[in-house]
C-alpha cells in the first residue's frame, strides 16, 4: 500500500505557473505507475498526465500538453507536475494517483491509491 501526500496548489493569475509536488510513502514507489489528475466542480475526473515507473514514458491529456510537465524521482518518492501558462479552465482540485504497474495509466478507473487532493484557481 502507499499513501500520497500533494502540495503546491493555490492561487494563480492566468499566464502563470505552478508546481504541484506528490510525496509517497513506502519503499515501493518505482514500482508504480503515477499519475496527476484533476476535477472541476460539475465535470468528470480527468487525467491530466500520467508517468510509467522509469519516467521514461509519458501521457498528457489534450489541453494541457506543451504547457504541463510530469516527471518523478524514484530516489526521493516523488512525482512533480510543472503547470506553465495557467489558463482559467484549468481551475480544478488536482489529485496524485497510483497503481502498481510497469506500464502508464491513463484512465481515472484504473488506478487504486488516491492523495487528498490540492486545489488549483486560476483568475482571469
Known amino acids: 500500500q502507499v499513501q500520497l501526500v500533494e502540495s503546491g496548489g493555490g492561487l494563480v493569475q492566468a499566464g502563470g505557473s505552478l508546481r504541484l509536488s506528490c510525496t509517497a510513502s513506502?519503499?515501493?514507489?518505482?514500482?508504480?505507475?503515477m499519475g496527476w489528475l484533476r476535477q472541476a466542480p460539475g465535470k468528470e475526473r480527468d487525467v491530466v498526465a500520467a508517468?510509467?515507473?522509469?519516467?521514461?514514458?509519458?501521457y498528457y491529456g489534450d489541453s494541457v500538453k506543451g504547457r504541463f510537465t510530469i516527471s518523478r524521482d524514484n530516489a526521493k518518492n516523488t512525482v512533480t507536475l510543472q503547470m506553465n501558462s495557467l489558463k482559467p479552465e484549468d481551475t480544478a482540485v488536482y489529485y496524485c494517483?497510483?497503481?502498481?504497474?510497469?506500464?502508464?495509466?491513463?484512465?481515472?478507473?484504473?488506478?487504486?491509491?488516491w492523495g487528498q487532493g490540492t486545489q488549483v484557481t486560476v483568475s482571469s
Open positions: 508517468i510509467n515507473w522509469s519516467g521514461g514514458r509519458t
Open positions: 494517483a497510483a497503481k502498481a504497474s510497469y506500464g502508464l495509466v491513463a484512465a481515472p478507473v484504473e488506478y487504486v491509491y
Open positions: 513506502g519503499r515501493t514507489f518505482s514500482s508504480y505507475a
